[in-house]
């Protein structure tokens, strides 16, 4: 199986507001049984304690495994190997990737945030599988940060790495990221605001395979 076969092209990610929902490991189990194979968790809550991200961790591995689901957990190398799971994202606030890949060994995923041709180049000799490249369109997430454009997911996907689109994406754009030569994408918002998060991680996949 190659690497690119293994990256899902729906990646929904966490932040702190989410995971203090009460409502959070319900609304992920319905994202992750909508999502199935085609879908990979990121939990991700950079003001998250160690024992809280491994009690979600935990419970989110079970709920991943029986979906077929991926679970990659954010800037806790320790967190993503404590609680067995499929892998861990450097998100730019702690090591670099060079440091992570000797951390997880060769049989976890590596999945590295970039914003640039440079950093998508040093990420790849540091042993990533996949990169989060953004900010694409502009988003509320980061409201002093233009987006990049498409070309950015042209630019970095030619390196022959699989690149996932993140940053404003709608569910509207994710064939626009596809045919940018995107892998995925990565949304945060799109799913977690949605009414019914199920039906959010549909529009997501049915526009994906348009």
């Known amino acids: 199986m190659t690497q ?9 990610v966490t932040d702190d507001e989410v995971v203090a929902r009460g409502d959070f490991l319900d609304r992920a189990r319905r994202i992750l049984g909508a ?13 998250g304690a160690g024992r809280r991200m491994y009690d979600f961790a935990s419970s989110l591995r079970s709920m991943a495994a029986d979906a077929g689901a991926l679970l990659i957990v954010n800037d806790r190398v320790d967190v993503a ?25 060769p049989d976890r995923l590596l999945g590295v945030s970039v914003h640039s041709v440079d950093e998508a180049r040093d990420a790849m000799r540091g042993g990533a599988d996949f990169l989060l490249a953004g900010t694409i369109w502009d988003t509320p997430s980061h409201p ?13 996907a030619a390196l ?19 045919d940018a030569g995107a ?25 994906w395979k348009e």
């Open 4 to 12: 690119l076969a293994r990256i899902p092209p729906l990646h929904v």
């Open 35 to 47: 999502g199935g194979a085609a879908a990979a968790f990121h939990l991700r809550a950079p003001q």
């Open 81 to 105: 190997l404590a609680a067995a799971a499929d892998g861990a994202h450097a998100g730019g606030r702690g090591m670099t990737a060079a440091d992570a890949r000797r951390l997880l060994g």
């Open 144 to 156: 002093d940060r233009r987006g990049a454009g498409i070309g950015r997911i042209r630019e970095i």
């Open 160 to 178: 022959g790495i699989p690149v996932i689109a993140i940053g404003g994406v709608t569910a509207a754009r994710a064939a626009e990221a596809r």
């Open 183 to 207: 892998a995925g994408v990565a949304v945060i918002r799109g799913v977690w605001d949605a009414p019914d998060p199920a039906e959010a991680v549909n529009e997501y996949l049915k526009h």
